[in-house]
């Protein structure tokens, strides 16, 4: 008995010693690695294990020895995009990575209109997409949702290649984004998806910096619990954004806010302060380009139109860029507009302009940049209209223009060239104008490229309602 007592200890205490080489769930058969870069592997092992890394691109073996925390974590240079190659990592076992693909990787996060997929009522822009063969240049990584009290270092999910299949349960503007990004850059695209519908911003942020900022932890408990989304800061940020941030990726894409009207004077505040956690959490200022929230009658009034404000606000971040959405919904009841092709193009657009520098020319929405008043007129002026305006039909809609007594009337208005001359019979003295600024207005007003011209006020009045 005494033997077999043992036997049994020693043969525990091997399995101990020689822990199995193990790594996260984002490093894996089917992954993209950025381009042209000191990427970073990393996993668990036995305690001062060593490890050895192969990379079929240059045949090149790399080694480093884990920790006493039974953690390994090495650097290997990427070359420029192509695949697919193999990855052997070899400890005390040995893992062959296979179909590893080199180009470009962007995180796409948000609520339901980021997740919005095959299976989300009146989606149809994806439906000819099915047909296609499988695509080995674009790849998936769609994370459950999950939270946590603290930041986790891995998450359940695996990369898999875009087919018939694998498309109908991810993001479809993400995909219509990568489908831009890879017939342009002609490079294999990773797209890592980290969506919840409705959840707030606050939860996409760690909780730490939600409550060293008194303004926003203020906010924060304004939120409302339902059943469905988590609402507490910090919980989704740790259980599915926290493990991504040794990976390595070329940017963000984010299409979130209505999960936000509850306090919609904050979001600028929030969003810029998340933008900047998951760079510093990253180690890297990379571009994070966002969709401006859609119309929807929203049942307190103003709270879309100030929550759409306060996103145009976050422009002032360097190394962003906004989407304007308020052409893409015919149906203001539904807070998911089923045209997520255009959505994912105009972000694309963004990225290959902004990102790659590629040579796309009006890919911005023209933006409100000063007003002037000459008698009973007002001059409104653009950023990113230099080529001009246009409006479809025979006059502006959705504008307005207030005297001293703020007291809106519908505007009449003339495009000349890049500016809007605005008037009304029944304002003498104009000192503000409104453009598209209601929870569900949709304008008329364009660029001459055909991007709606994003909604605006030229006053500050408060226009929330109290309670």
């Known amino acids: 008995m005494k033997n077999i007592a043992f036997i049994i200890f020693f043969k525990l205490s091997i399995a101990t010693v020689f822990a199995d080489v193990r790594l996260p769930g984002v490093i894996g058969n089917n992954m993209v690695l950025e381009q042209n870069a000191l990427v970073t592997l990393w996993g668990w092992s036995d305690v001062a294990e060593?490890?050895?890394?192969?990379?079929?691109?240059?045949?090149?073996?790399?080694?480093?020895?884990?920790?006493?925390?039974?953690?390994?974590?090495?650097?290997?240079?990427?070359?420029?995009?192509?695949?697919?190659?193999?990855?052997?990592?070899?400890?005390?076992?040995?893992?062959?990575?296979?179909?590893?693909?080199?180009?470009?990787?962007?995180?796409?996060?948000?609520?339901?209109?980021?997740?919005?997929?095959?299976?989300?009522?009146?989606?149809?822009?994806?439906?000819?997409?099915?047909?296609?063969?499988?695509?080995?240049?674009?790849?998936?990584?769609?994370?459950?949702?999950?939270?946590?009290?603290?930041?986790?270092?891995?998450?359940?999910?695996?990369?898999?290649?875009?087919?018939?299949?694998?498309?109908?349960?991810?993001?479809?503007?993400?995909?219509?984004?990568?489908?831009?990004?890879?017939?342009?850059?002609?490079?294999p695209i990773g797209l890592i998806e980290a969506s919840w519908g409705g959840t707030p911003?606050?939860?996409?942020?760690?909780?730490?910096?939600?409550?060293?900022?008194?303004?926003?932890?203020?906010?924060?408990?304004?939120?409302?619990?339902?059943?469905?989304?988590?609402?507490?800061?910090?919980?989704?940020?740790?259980?599915?954004?926290?493990?991504?941030?040794?990976?390595?990726?070329?940017?963000?894409?984010?299409?979130?806010?209505?999960?936000?009207?509850?306090?919609?004077?904050?979001?600028?505040?929030?969003?810029?302060?998340?933008?900047?956690?998951?760079?510093?959490?990253?180690?890297?200022?990379?571009?994070?380009?966002?969709?401006?929230?859609?119309?929807?009658?929203?049942?307190?009034?103003?709270?879309?139109?100030?929550?759409?404000?306060?996103?145009?606000?976050?422009?002032?971040?360097?190394?962003?860029?906004?989407?304007?959405?308020?052409?893409?919904?015919?149906?203001?009841?539904?807070?998911?507009?089923?045209?997520?092709l255009d959505v994912g193009y105009r972000l694309a657009n963004l990225a290959l302009a902004e990102t790659y520098h590629q040579n796309i020319t009006d890919y911005k929405s023209s933006l409100f940049k000063s007003m002037s008043v000459e008698n009973n007129k007002v001059i409104i002026d653009f950023y990113n209209a230099d080529d001009g305006l246009t409006m479809k039909g025979d006059h502006v809609t959705q504008l307005y223009i207030a005297g001293k007594d703020s007291i809106f009337y519908p505007a009449d208005a003339k495009i000349q060239n890049n500016k809007l001359i605005v008037s009304s019979k029944n304002v003498d003295a104009p000192i503000a104008v409104r453009y598209e600024f209601s929870n569900a207005a949709i304008g008329n007003l364009f660029s001459s490229a055909g991007l709606p011209v994003a909604p605006f006020r030229t006053d500050d009045w408060d226009v929330l309602e109290k309670k």
Request: aromatic share 14%; hydrophobic share 35%.
């Open 50 to 187: 060593k490890i050895f890394i192969t990379t079929s691109w240059n045949n090149k073996t790399d080694s480093t020895i884990s920790t006493r925390d039974a953690k390994w974590r090495i650097k290997i240079q990427t070359p420029s995009a192509g695949g697919p190659y193999s990855i052997i990592i070899k400890g005390n076992n040995t893992i062959n990575l296979t179909n590893v693909m080199i180009g470009e990787v962007w995180v796409c996060s948000g609520q339901s209109n980021m997740e919005f997929h095959h299976f989300y009522q009146g989606s149809k822009d994806i439906e000819p997409e099915f047909v296609n063969p499988p695509n080995n240049n674009i790849h998936f990584f769609l994370i459950p949702k999950t939270t946590a009290q603290y930041p986790q270092e891995n998450c359940n999910a695996e990369w898999k290649v875009c087919d018939s299949n694998t498309m109908k349960h991810f993001s479809e503007v993400a995909y219509f984004f990568a489908k831009k990004l890879n017939e342009k850059l002609n490079v």
């Open 201 to 340: 911003a606050e939860v996409w942020t760690p909780e730490e910096d939600i409550d060293k900022d008194v303004v926003l932890k203020e906010s924060a408990h304004t939120l409302q619990a339902y059943n469905w989304w988590p609402y507490w800061p910090g919980y989704t940020y740790n259980g599915m954004i926290a493990p991504l941030t040794n990976y390595n990726i070329a940017g963000a894409i984010w299409y979130q806010g209505e999960g936000n009207t509850n306090a919609p004077s904050t979001y600028a505040r929030l969003l810029t302060t998340m933008i900047k956690s998951w760079r510093n959490a990253w180690q890297k200022d990379f571009p994070f380009y966002y969709v401006q929230i859609a119309p929807f009658t929203y049942s307190d009034k103003n709270v879309g139109a100030v929550l759409k404000e306060q996103q145009e606000k976050v422009l002032a971040l360097e190394n962003t860029g906004m989407v304007v959405t308020t052409d893409i919904t015919a149906d203001t009841t539904n807070i998911h507009p089923p045209d997520k």
